[in-house]
């Protein structure tokens, strides 16, 4: 046999002499290549004919095109418009050996990422098969990964981000249907948002994986919150609102790592050997470096409610599709857009009077879902919105809630609804009603006084003049009798000139210089202070040609600002001498009293000359707590107490929310329903509970006739008719039916037991 021959109908083995040397095989490649155009052109018409055979060649070529990349030009262009065009006509084995022979192609390198994305985005939506669908999104999840691994990608995401886009976009036009009673179906049978949920779910599941964390990302997301497939509109809300689900579902690379403590409970059974204890060592290593791997990957990101462009748009948008289409729409869908507008309200300060008309119909206590409302609500209300927009809700909830028609329960949503919206506008509180919602705390349920009580406290805080004398406390009282009065809604307290805090930032970092002998402006630290908290920019390429280096060489400025406090030490110093220890004690005392007030007053010029960074803001908050810390520690009192644990709060929900999640930053439904009794069981729980009192014990019920049996069972009836007491058989309704039956009856009864006689004899 010829070598021609048998390299012809052996594609395998031509293709491994190919690889070892390709200017050897040359000419048998372009054989099989000029076979190939030929099986394709009849493939286009037939594609059921020579199927297996076109497989098998494309295959071929695939594994050995980057051997012959002029002669392959056009083959990845081939397999691309194979699959956008005749995707329907081909064969589920011929769809994924092209998808497989395309990703190869992009494995090797010989075509880019955007020409192999260009060709899988469109395939999502298109393809039945789960299998091939959860290949196409793990691929194209992992291409853009790569790509940005080192370093952000800018012209592939970008690129990515379009295409993105442009899927959300076309199906915009269309008419919503919604999602109430008959419209459901119809919504689940049209397939017109296919294309844009793929997109979403995509976008989420880079923002998830930190691959991507700009603007563009979420702006992707808001476009798909009006989309009119309902499908669509509630993946983008709940992407907002940090409550997705299908984080179980996603196709996550990171395995679970194994547990040190169960390996070395392992070698300590096992045969000790010298390569074990390497092997445990070296696992041991590799586990540390991907969870500090994946500690650093979990940096502290912008949420995505704060990255949205034009908030006030979005949230008027939102607005006037959940009152427009408000007939269209189920209640748990008007629930996720009302709860994503209320944060987008409390988040950026927006005021978009019209959600509180809109909400006033549903706050009835017998509303289904009424303490997510509520939550809404609550959630929308922030420092500038107008008192007159919120005083007509507060007072229906006060109608609707706390009176004595109603349970415990709704009067204790009610007080405590009005309270969280009052905690962020109090001006909008009437005096009149305040004082018949604090009589409440005489009430004898727990959850009714608790928020009665919440709510008077609050008042004695923020406006103790709504209050009469007897309620307003002893601090409150005082406050009052000093002339301290609140501002009234619109005023502000004196113009910020300083950044709270800010020179007990200074005077740390100057230590630090003084200790280290550091210069106060090196560039090296504020780079690295910036690593992991700043925003991708559009483009790598950007100069900063615009920007002027600021020499931050001010130490002389900061020495200024304390100059004189030291020569104020040393004058003291010298004049006192030798004195008595006593007066040294408290001349030392009120150095440090004027110290501290000089602090308070002393304005920071930190910020004049040096550019702060998230890392800065981060040790500030910390040495702010500290200071509270001491404070409290001298015993400042309860005004301390508070400032601590609102310092400590504000750390906290910074912490929640460092993942883009802001479901823990808003109040929750428990903090309107409040402490809670017992709930009753239902009948599945009183049944579980059954059961499991019954387990390891002997069941109820007479054994007689039971023990003595091959099978046990319990006696028959007829057995239990023997022993019957007569005058039990008696009464009996059969006895008492024969006496009083007539002749017709009894006739009946003769004649059909005279039949069944006859039939038994037979």
């Not at 099986?39 to 055979?53: L, S, T, Y």
């Not at 190869?104 to 789960?130: A, C, D, G, H, Y």
């Not at 409970?265 to 470096?289: C, F, L, P, Y």
């Not at 189920?330 to 507008?341: A, N, P, T, V």
Request: proline share 4%; aromatic share 6%; with cysteine.
């Amino acid at each position: 046999m010829g070598r021609g021959v048998l390299l012809t109908s052996n594609l395998p083995q031509l293709q491994n002499l190919i690889k070892r040397d390709p200017p050897a095989y040359k000419e048998e490649f372009l054989q099989q290549w000029n076979h190939y155009n030929s099986i394709r052109q009849i493939f286009q018409i037939n594609p059921d004919e020579n199927a297996q055979h076109f497989r098998e060649l494309v295959s071929f070529i695939a594994q050995v095109s980057q051997c012959y990349p002029k002669e392959t030009t056009d083959f990845p262009s081939h397999i691309s418009t194979l699959l956008l065009e005749s995707y329907g006509t081909l064969s589920p084995d011929t769809r994924k050996s092209l998808v497989q022979n395309l990703v190869m192609l992009r494995n090797k390198e010989v075509i880019t990422s955007i020409t192999l994305l260009q060709t899988l985005f469109p395939l999502l939506p298109r393809t039945t098969s789960s299998s091939l669908r959860a290949f196409i999104r793990k691929t194209i999840l992992s291409d853009i990964r790569t790509a940005n691994l080192r370093t952000k990608n800018h012209k592939l995401n970008r690129a990515v981000q379009a295409m993105l886009f442009g899927m959300v976009e076309r199906g915009m036009d269309a008419e919503v249907v919604g999602d109430k009673g008959k419209l459901r179906a119809a919504a689940g049978s049209s397939g017109n948002g296919e294309e844009a949920l793929w997109a979403v779910v995509l976008t989420k599941e880079l923002w998830r994986k930190n691959i991507w964390n700009d603007a563009k990302t979420v702006s992707i997301i808001a476009l798909g919150c009006f989309h009119p497939v309902t499908k669509v509109q509630s993946a983008s809300l709940h992407f907002f609102l940090g409550s997705d689900e299908e984080k179980e579902d996603s196709d996550d690379e990171d395995e679970d790592l194994p547990n040190v403590k169960s390996l070395q409970h392992r070698r300590e059974i096992n045969k000790k050997t010298r390569s074990g204890d390497k092997k445990i060592q070296k696992q041991v290593r590799s586990i540390k470096a991907k969870q500090r791997k994946k500690a650093e990957a979990s940096n502290p990101n912008f949420p995505a409610i704060q990255l949205l462009n034009d908030p006030q748009t979005f949230g008027e948008k939102l607005y006037d599709v959940l009152n427009k289409y408000d007939k269209r729409f189920s209640l748990d869908h008007k629930i996720l857009i009302m709860q994503l507008l209320s944060r987008v309200m409390g988040g950026h300060q927006l005021c978009v009077l019209g959600f509180y008309t809109y909400i006033m119909k549903y706050l009835t206590y017998h509303q289904l879902r009424i303490p997510a409302i509520l939550v809404a609500l609550a959630q929308s209300v922030h420092e500038y919105t107008p008192p007159d927009a919120i005083t007509p809700v507060i007072r229906k909830i006060a109608h609707e809630f706390v009176h004595p028609g109603v349970g415990s329960e709704v009067i204790a949503a009610g007080i405590n609804s009005i309270r969280e919206v009052c905690r962020r506008q109090p001006w909008a509180m009437e005096e009149d009603l305040l004082g018949d919602l604090i009589e409440y705390r005489k009430s004898r349920d727990k959850a009714v006084t608790a928020a009665a009580r919440g709510l008077l406290q609050l008042f004695r805080e923020v406006n103790p003049s709504m209050l009469k004398r007897r309620e307003r406390g002893k601090d409150a009282s005082m406050g009052i009798a000093k002339g301290s009065q609140p501002l009234p809604f619109g005023h502000s307290a004196e113009a910020a000139v300083d950044i709270e805090g800010l020179v007990l930032l200074e005077d740390h970092l100057k230590k630090l210089r003084e200790e280290d002998g550091i210069a106060s402006g090196d560039e090296e630290d504020d780079e690295a202070a910036w690593e992991g908290w700043d925003v991708e920019t559009d483009s790598s390429d950007e100069s900063s040609d615009g920007w002027v280096d600021v020499d931050s060489d001010g130490e002389e400025d900061l020495e200024i600002s304390d100059s004189e406090d030291e020569d104020d030490k040393k004058s003291k110093k010298k004049r006192k001498g030798k004195g008595k220890a006593n007066e040294e004690e408290e001349g030392a005392q009120g150095e440090k009293e004027e110290t501290t007030e000089e602090e308070v007053k002393r304005i920071s010029t930190l910020a004049t000359t040096k550019i702060l960074t998230p890392a800065d803001f981060a040790l500030l908050n910390d040495l702010r707590i500290k200071a509270a810390n001491d404070a409290v520690e001298r015993g400042g009192g309860s005004a301390a107490k508070r400032k601590l644990a609102t310092l400590e709060s504000q750390k906290k929900s910074l912490l929640t929310s460092s993942d883009g999640n802001l479901a823990d930053t808003f109040i929750s439904e428990n903090d309107i329903l409040g402490p809670r009794k017992k709930a009753k069981a239902d009948y599945a729980e009183r049944i579980a509970s059954i059961e499991k009192g019954r387990e390891g014990r002997e069941k109820y019920g007479s054994l007689k006739g039971k023990r003595n049996k091959a099978a046990p069972s319990s006696s028959t009836n007829r057995e239990k008719a023997r022993n019957k007491p007569l005058m039990m058989i008696i009464a009996s309704g059969a006895v008492r039916g024969k006496k009083k039956a007539s002749l017709r009856e009894k006739q009946q009864k003769l004649r059909a037991h005279i039949e069944r006689s006859k039939k038994s004899y037979h």
